[in-house]
């Protein structure tokens, strides 16, 4: 098992451009989330989802969407960038609510 | 690896010494919490987790403590290794999310 990945490994942008971060997983986890990790700060939850299909917003959403058209794939999309969203971003993923979160080894994005 | 550790506390124990990790969270309602630990360039991974009916836990070579009354909770790694250098984290259950503290960094000096 590959466990939680996260494509790309790194990424810059420029203010204004959009892109995509992809998470899949192979554990046949109904729950997945994405985190943003910034200097000194603990992990912040952007956005989660707790079935195929589904969605909610975490602490940090505005900027971003996302999408879970599959069960494996958690999407994160950011519109229109900005250098505030620059930072390592986490995937992870579990069974559900009280059960360990498995982590991807992050994105960092950077954004001029 | 990834820059995560600025301005975050910082522990130095010697390599067979035992460290005491601790955090403080702000509410009494959670009830469950769980110790990650994360690796330079790696994302968190998990340590050991304690539900709230609960004061102690042990796993290998790490025992998880609570203190509801005053809202604390420590991480005890044993004998601690080289390979225990790390940014650790504690997070509890708010609802059903998991909101991280800050983290402490773990230098192992051999």
């Known amino acids: 098992n590959a466990g939680v990945t996260q494509t790309p490994k790194f990424r810059v942008l420029k203010t204004g451009q959009s892109m995509t971060l992809l998470c899949a997983q192979d554990?046949?986890?109904?729950?997945m989330y994405w985190y943003r990790q910034d200097p000194g700060m603990g992990l912040r939850l952007i956005h989660y989802?707790?079935?195929?299909?589904?969605?909610a917003k975490g602490e940090v959403p505005d900027g971003y969407n996302v999408s879970r058209l599959k069960k494996q794939n958690f999407l994160l999309g950011l519109e229109s960038a900005a250098p505030s969203q620059t930072s390592v971003y986490f995937c992870?993923?579990?069974?559900?609510?009280?059960?360990?979160?498995?982590f991807g080894p992050g994105t960092r994005l950077t954004v001029l | 690896g990834e820059s995560v550790g600025l301005h975050l506390p910082t522990l130095s124990v010697q390599e067979g010494d035992n460290s005491i990790i601790n955090c403080a969270y702000s509410?009494?309602?959670?009830?469950?919490f769980i110790w990650y630990k994360q690796e330079s360039g790696k994302g968190p991974q998990f340590i050991i987790d304690?539900?709230?009916?609960?004061d102690k836990r042990q796993g290998q070579r790490v025992t998880v403590l609570l203190n509801k009354t005053v809202k604390h909770l420590s991480l005890q790694i044993a004998a601690t290794q080289p390979g225990d250098s790390a940014v650790y984290f504690c997070?509890?259950?708010?609802?059903?999310?998991?909101?991280f503290g800050a983290g402490t960094i773990l230098r192992v000096k051999s």
């Open positions: 509410n009494s309602a959670s009830d469950y």
């Open positions: 304690i539900r709230s009916n609960m």
């Open positions: 997070a509890e259950m708010r609802g059903n999310k998991l909101v």
């Open positions: 989802s707790v079935g195929e299909g589904t969605t």
């Open positions: 554990m046949n986890h109904e729950y």
């Open positions: 992870a993923s579990s069974s559900g609510d009280w059960d360990e979160q498995f």
